[in-house]
């Protein structure tokens, strides 16, 4: 008895290895920068989250420049130094850096968008050719 629950358990074993697919080099090479691109997109969000913060305490900082005096001093830092600038001067140095920050982060969402796309298209291919003996969701 043991010996027929053996070899049908062999015989599904058999079954399930005749339908694996080959894992060619391309595939692989495939596979590997699938892993790259998913880490390169980890990296990226984690600066866009970062750089959505900047821009948040910046907007707060806008915020308590407008309720400042006009002849009032504003200590800006722009380390290593820290300089005393008028309130005009100091909205305009925080314009350029919003300005700059929006401009980093517009071009930060282009690349993950872009890596996403190149992501999702390695998926088609690799799930065509492997279907479910590959997982890929991230």
């Known amino acids: 008895m043991a010996s027929i629950m053996q070899r049908r358990m062999l015989s599904k074993e058999d079954e399930q290895a ?22 390169r997109e980890l990296a990226m969000e984690e600066d866009l989250k970062l750089k959505n913060k900047e821009k948040e305490e910046l907007d707060d900082l806008s915020t308590e420049l407008e309720l400042a005096d006009e002849d009032e001093k ?4 722009d380390l290593p130094t820290v300089s005393a600038v008028s309130k005009e001067q100091a909205q305009e140095m925080l314009e350029t850096a919003t300005t700059k920050i929006d401009e980093e982060t517009s071009e930060l969402e282009d690349k993950i968008s872009s890596v996403r796309e190149e992501m999702q298209q390695l998926k ?9 003996q590959i997982n890929l969701e991230v």
């Open 74 to 77: 504003i200590q800006y830092a």
């Open 18 to 39: 005749g339908d694996e697919v080959e894992v060619r080099r391309e595939d692989q090479d495939k596979i590997n920068k699938f892993s790259r691109l998913h880490q």
């Open 124 to 132: 088609v291919e690799l799930y065509a050719r492997f279907g479910k």
